[in-house]
């Protein structure tokens, strides 16, 4: 204890504490600067024994210095309520230089340890183009006796463990490979056996799920070793729903794949079916055969490796452990700053309950799982680097919805990227239920489904960037949230969203934002749509505000449609989610502060409930839209003349006579055009641009004088404390 009594006594005139921690410290360390800790439990620790004997006021600050290195951790590094700091004197775990201090959850394989494959019968599995670069290193001695199975079926990570060279996730072999033709996908036209139930059915085994099966028009699996296992990630009916199914068996002779478990939804059954569905097999060593490829045998467990190029890699990690790096439970005034998190089979960092943690200047990355879950009340994340994730960013939870009380959770200037690896769809960059959380000027770019997914009340998304999400799945939204009329009161303010996945082109069906099935109250404003699908997509709800918002070159502007009043899902809780009138007596919407906050909510069941009114669409320019402007269902037609639809521009900037679609006959749109000689000149700002606003063309201002410009300059990343350099376009 000498050396901690001694730092708490010498600082106990500025009230505060500096511990030191240096990975290559030796043991017996007092924490002091010349005698450092070895690791952050070992300085914890030491605080809480202090703190028990009276050695150490609670009114002290504490900063704990993580020197340069890396520290291997086997479980989690847990901090409790006995652990918290207070508002004025937090405790500070910080690295002595940002961004080189890396807890890690994996383990160091040496390159010397990968050597030539010498067994024949391995050898006869590989293709004979790549035997002689493919390696292999004996695990036994770095791994457990037991290295766990796959389950025949999960949406997710699979068990661990993962392999990362210099930093990178390695692919476990696949086919087809990714870069291959059809965007890396295999793909079938025909279903044997949906694997649905038939209630109706004679047969009892067919009355409820069972594995599917298809017919494969290509041999290929004929290659592979079923009884070692062989795994199929596939969009089975739905583009918004992926699930990895087993192989249970193949018929070479009729060509026809078994699965070993059954598809929630079916093989090619329900709403998006009938058109091909898509899959890739993984965990296939007969797939081995492309530099940066993997597969481990579970059970000899020997790791085969087709090494990206010949010179040595700086760094062969194992990512092994299986629980969260860090645990955060019931604690307050915290704060992580600096440090590298790697290396999980789990997830990054999970706060739980807690009040006023912060996370400044850190990066997540490597993680089978999420980066970051964060439950309580205004905790932070500032500032921090996510990418490489096996399924979402960063979830936020928090704050009472009955009560409306906010939770007040931040995450600002965070950057996350490469993220859904594993789980393809509802793995969002941020995701946000509870009340009141705030994601402000984010970059979120480079997934196959969602940027943020939200639900709940009072939240706020502001001047973030979002671009190449939704890059391969369908029905879906940078944006998303639904089925609800409870969420209510989400603001959508000032966001850039550009460049999104194509989606199916016949119907559009990527969107900007997304507020499906009957979701209301939100407020889409001052919003910047570049090449982004469907821009802003209104399925059935009431009670949104569509505001000020410029579109740019997506083929369609604003979808709105009255669903409630056609489909026989509309609060209907035989359907999934479809309760809608239950949903919000569960809140009591008709009594304060709900129906003070939500007075149009509170009166829904006596207003004409199935129908999208109190709309309100003012103010918004839409640009060289190529299909529809507004996409408006007949049903929706027939209640337009009860919107509030007023003061919006449909504009063809070079005035074509074709490929540019207009808004003729719909209330509260005024078409503008230019000509070839003399174009409408609204185009798509670069980097540098301040903001975006109407240019002073009187075609433009004479019909919609009030347009407020866009702060482009507010909008991503910026200089502070804790990011000193901004990503440049080529490094994104």
């Avoid at 939770?407 to 996350?416: E, G």
Wanted: with cysteine.
């Amino acid at each position: 204890m000498f050396g901690l009594l001694s730092i708490a006594f010498a600082a106990s005139e500025s009230m505060a504490v500096d511990i030191y921690v240096a990975a290559d410290a030796e043991a017996a360390g007092n924490g002091s600067r010349g005698k450092p800790f070895q690791n952050l439990v070992e300085a914890r620790d030491r605080i809480r024994t202090a703190r028990k004997a009276g050695q150490l006021d609670e009114g002290v600050a504490i900063t704990v210095h993580v020197a340069p290195g890396t520290y291997p951790v086997t479980d989690s590094f847990e901090l409790k309520a006995e652990d918290s700091g207070t508002a004025a004197a937090p405790i500070t775990y910080r690295a002595q230089q940002p961004g080189t201090a890396t807890i890690s959850g994996g383990i160091t394989i040496p390159a010397s340890s990968f050597v030539p494959v010498t067994d024949a019968a391995i050898n006869d599995r590989i293709d004979t183009s790549v035997r002689d670069k493919i390696r292999v290193a004996d695990l036994s001695q770095l791994l457990p006796e037991k290295v766990a199975s796959w389950k025949k079926s999960f949406r997710g990570a699979p068990a661990g463990p993962w392999l990362y060279v210099d930093a990178q996730p390695m692919t476990l072999a696949r086919w087809p490979n990714a870069d291959a033709e059809n965007e890396g996908w295999a793909d079938f036209s025909k279903a044997i056996d949906s694997g649905l139930a038939e209630p109706d059915s004679d047969d009892p085994e067919r009355r409820k799920a069972r594995p599917g099966s298809f017919e494969f028009n290509d041999p290929r699996p004929a290659r592979w070793d079923l009884d070692q296992g062989v795994w199929l990630l596939g969009y089975w009916t739905h583009d918004w729903s992926d699930e990895v199914i087993q192989i249970g068996g193949y018929d070479p002779q009729n060509q026809v794949i078994q699965l070993a478990a059954p598809h929630h939804y079916g093989i090619m059954a329900g709403t998006w079916g009938g058109s091909k569905r898509r899959f890739f097999a993984f965990n296939v060593l007969e797939e081995l055969d492309t530099p940066g490829e993997w597969y481990l045998d579970r059970t000899a467990r020997r790791l085969y490796y087709y090494p990206i190029e010949a010179a040595q890699p700086q760094s062969i990690v194992l990512a092994t452990l299986n629980k969260r790096l860090v645990r955060v439970e019931k604690a307050e005034h915290i704060k992580l700053e600096g440090l590298r998190f790697e290396y999980g089979v789990a997830g990054g960092i999970e706060l739980k309950d807690t009040h006023q943690i912060e996370i400044n200047g850190c990066t997540i990355a490597n993680m089978s799982r999420d980066g970051l879950s964060i439950s309580g009340t205004e905790n932070v994340v500032r500032s921090c680097e996510l990418y490489n994730l096996g399924t979402s960013g960063i979830s936020l939870r928090g704050g009472d919805r009955k009560s409306l009380t906010p939770a007040k959770n931040l995450v600002v200037n965070t950057h996350i990227h490469h993220y859904g690896k594993f789980q393809r769809s509802y793995a969002p960059g941020i995701s946000a239920h509870g009340c009141g959380q705030i994601v402000r000027n984010n970059l979120i770019h480079d997934a196959p489904h969602n940027a943020i997914l939200y639900g709940g009340n009072e939240h706020r998304f502001e001047r973030n960037e979002i671009y190449r999400v939704v890059m391969e799945t369908g029905d879906s939204g940078a944006f998303y949230t639904g089925r609800d009329w409870t969420s209510q009161g989400n603001i959508l303010r000032h966001n850039y969203i550009h460049d999104l996945g194509g989606g199916d082109d016949k119907h559009v069906n990527t969107m900007g934002v997304y507020l499906d099935d009957c979701d209301s109250g939100d407020t889409i404003e001052g919003n910047l749509f570049v090449r982004a699908g469907r821009a802003i997509m209104i399925g059935g709800g009431r009670d949104n505000h569509v505001l000020n918002n410029l579109v740019i070159d997506c083929p369609i502007g604003l979808h709105l449609d009255a669903r409630g009043t056609s489909w026989k899902q509309w609060n209907n809780p035989k359907y999934s989610g479809w309760n809608l009138q239950a949903k919000a007596e569960a809140m009591n919407y008709q009594s304060p502060p709900w129906s003070q906050r939500y007075p149009n909510l509170a009166k829904i069941m006596d207003d004409s409930p199935k129908q999208p009114l109190h709309n309100v669409i003012q103010r918004n320019v839409f640009v060289d839209c190529a299909k529809q402007v507004c996409s408006f269902n007949k049903n929706v037609d027939s209640v337009l003349d009860k919107l509030d639809i007023a003061n919006n521009l449909a504009v063809n900037s070079s005035g074509q006579a074709e490929g540019i679609a207009t808004t003729d006959g719909i209330q509260g749109f005024t078409n503008v055009a230019g000509t070839a000689e003399k174009p409408i000149a609204i185009e798509v700002p670069d980097a540098s641009a301040e903001s975006v606003s109407l240019p002073a063309d009187p075609r433009l201002t004479d019909p919609l004088p009030g347009f407020e410009a866009i702060p482009l300059d507010k909008i991503g990343l910026y200089q502070d404390d804790y990011r000193h350099n901004l990503p440049t376009r080529n490094e994104l």
